[in-house]
């Protein structure tokens, strides 16, 4: 079922990150509750129920640290005030900005609203926020900036824990941007020292990542963030995230950006993940009405895949802002569902309608995706190109992975990829050897390498490597494809001379006949190995999603597939529709088609012969086209969502 993590109604929740519209970071200090009273007003009307929060770190906690000579320090004040000795006091907090925060709450569950609170604030937009008295030092491992932080967040959550509208903690906005740590250790020990000090407070409800640009290795880890919080996040914009700003924002690739990277973060973590910052960055990107479409089908996306909900980015435009960041970062102003005057915009209307149509649909939560594959992450490599390369291919060929990393255990799957392998590492070999075991008891793995190395070569792909040398240029595989010949460009660092002792051989370089593409088997199992790193190139060339008739890429994920996307109760041949099926019981299941083109497309539905196709709970019913097959219209960045029953 769908990952329930907050206590809500909804099946699937939609909310905004706010500031107020009248003063954007500088809310709290400009405070203005009718304005918030307002906003909040016009959100919850549009159909919005969560909001993300910012008590800014300067405002809450205003300490300076006064000096004596020679710059001793001399302690901690309020401007020229000593601190109160109450608890306030002692943590340095404002108990005028603490009673600003309460009116918000009531203003908020007033009009519905449940409430994510990011606790440090300290990087906004392109902004450092820091209290005076922290201003020059390390944020995240200077231990006196650490003592303050964690004074801070005790304290505020000890004086609002008893809010019923709060229904998690958040680390704060993107807290890996306030400043540069030395090693993944110190990221570890910034994140388990506020971490301990909010669930010491309150232990009741989730703790939320807050953080972006995680990765399997390097100093911000998904896998940290996932031991030292409850809920992971992203923050998936197609305008800054790498690769995603190759094609339009109303096609395959930035629809499935958020799904995708969420699932990534989640999987590789281990613990629920959803995307917490969402949008477009605004009319410099796309009109209103390509933003609605985006919103639409991204939003469809992440619900047919099993995320709990989505955060857009913002509220509202901050377009007539004087203050900083506002006044130097342009793109900043104008990314809200509204704008300052109230004006709800298209994608707002959108969101708010889907919200309602999922709530509506008879079967409550939707029943886990059916997925075939496992797609293992391999250290040496681009993994975040990898993973949307491999993710992205799958979805055009018809079929569903989730994401490991190589250094888990190799979890059960009838199909392994295994893409891109980089370096000369190869695979841990305890996993290498668990991963060797389910192929022997049967299962397939899809090998690819960039210029990876892999034990046990020979025996597994029934190949003989002859010779290696870099290659000067980029080469062109051809092989068989569903619907024909199949001829795609690739680039590859080095070109690797293969022999065929006991493999078949799928494709060959166009140029001179070298093995590209090949089956063996192994034990009870298959192996299939592709010569050339077809997700990055998938990934890095731009037009290669939104154009798979020109760029096929998708034909190696759909050869390789065959017999696991047989036992699916449908099939749709087509590469800008994607399909989850979702079993409701042993007689019922659920499909969701969703067109990733900014046209409108008929696609062929293929039922196999023990399922009937029984209602169409959104979008129109199919039309029959005889031997169980129907055609299915689908509008622009589109779904539609069926009911099969088994005869």
Not at 512 to 528: I, L, M
Not at 593 to 620: F, H, M, Q
């Amino acid at each position: 079922m769908q990952q329930k993590l907050f206590p809500l109604s909804s099946p699937f929740f939609i909310g905004t990150n706010y500031w107020a519209s009248h003063a954007g970071t500088a809310m709290w200090s400009d405070w203005r509750p009718e304005v918030v009273e307002q906003d909040l007003q016009r959100l919850s009307e549009a159909g919005l129920e969560v909001l993300r929060v910012f008590p800014l770190w300067p405002d809450f906690q205003p300490i300076d640290q006064l000096y004596g000579g020679s710059g001793q320090p001399m302690g901690y004040r309020h401007g020229e005030q000593r601190l109160s000795d109450d608890a306030a006091g002692r943590a340095g907090v404002s108990t005028l900005m603490m009673g600003r925060f309460a009116e918000f709450l009531a203003i908020a569950s007033k009009h519905g609203f449940k409430v994510i609170v990011g606790l440090i604030t300290g990087w906004m937009s392109g902004r450092l926020f820091v209290p005076n008295a922290l201003k020059g030092k390390s944020i995240l491992t200077d231990p006196d900036a650490i003592r303050w932080q964690i004074r801070f967040v005790k304290y505020f959550i000890s004086q609002t824990r008893s809010e019923e509208s709060i229904i998690a903690w958040d680390l704060g906005n993107e807290c890996n941007c306030m400043g540069e740590v030395a090693s993944r250790e110190e990221a570890w020990m910034w994140t388990s020292s506020i971490s301990n000090a909010i669930k010491s407070t309150d232990s009741t409800r989730p703790l939320i990542s807050g953080m972006h640009s995680l990765t399997p290795t390097g100093k911000w880890t998904m896998q940290d963030q996932g031991e030292l919080t409850d809920i992971l996040t992203t923050h998936p914009y197609p305008f800054w995230t790498p690769y995603l700003d190759y094609d339009p924002i109303n096609t395959v690739r930035p629809i499935l950006h958020a799904t995708a990277e969420s699932l990534f973060y989640g999987q590789i973590g281990e613990k629920p993940c959803f995307a917490e910052e969402q949008g477009t960055m605004g009319p410099m990107v796309c009109s209103e009405q390509v933003a609605a479409a985006f919103g639409r089908a991204s939003m469809l996306t992440q619900w047919a895949h099993g995320l709990p909900g989505l955060l857009w980015w913002c509220a509202n435009d901050q377009t007539k802002l004087m203050t900083a960041p506002y006044d130097w970062v342009a793109c900043e102003g104008e990314l809200g569902l509204m704008t300052e005057e109230g004006r709800v915009k298209p994608v707002l209307q959108e969101l708010g309608r889907l919200k309602r149509m999922i709530a509506e649909l008879p079967f409550g939560e939707l029943p886990e995706r059916t997925v075939e594959a496992v797609c293992i992450l391999n250290s040496g490599q681009d993994h975040w190109a990898a993973a949307l390369g491999s993710f992205l291919l799958a979805k055009q060929a018809g079929f569903d992975l989730n994401f490991q990393f190589e250094d888990q255990p190799i979890r059960d799957s009838e199909l392994y990829l295994l893409p891109c392998v980089s370096g000369v590492n190869g695979v841990p070999k305890q996993r290498w050897e668990e991963l060797l075991h389910k192929v022997r008891e049967g299962a397939a793995l899809y090998i690819s390498v960039e210029d990876g190395y892999l034990l046990n070569f020979v025996e597994l792909t029934g190949l003989t490597v002859e010779n290696r040398s870099r290659r000067a240029k980029e080469t062109e595989v051809s092989f068989e494809g569903a619907v024909g010949e199949v001829r795609i460009p690739l680039a590859s660092p080095f070109r690797l001379e293969y022999r065929a002792d006991q493999a078949e051989v799928l494709g060959r370089e166009t140029a001179d006949g070298n093995v590209a593409f090949s089956k063996a088997s192994y034990g009870k199992g298959t192996v299939y190995f592709f010569s050339l790193p077809v997700e990055l190139e998938m990934t890095r060339r731009a037009e290669t999603a939104y154009r798979p008739d020109e760029i096929p890429y998708w034909s190696v994920y759909e050869l390789i597939s065959r017999e696991q996307r047989s036992k699916r109760a449908t099939a749709a041949l087509d590469p800008f529709v994607g399909v989850t099926e979702h079993k409701m019981g042993e007689h019922t299941i659920v499909a969701v088609l969703i067109n990733y083109s900014p046209d409108a497309r008929t696609t062929e539905l293929t039922v196999r012969e023990d399922w009937t196709l029984e209602k169409a709970y959104y979008g129109a019913f199919p039309e029959s086209a005889g031997s169980g097959t129907y055609k299915v219209a689908l509008p622009p960045n589109e779904a539609i969502v069926l009911e099969l029953g088994r005869q």
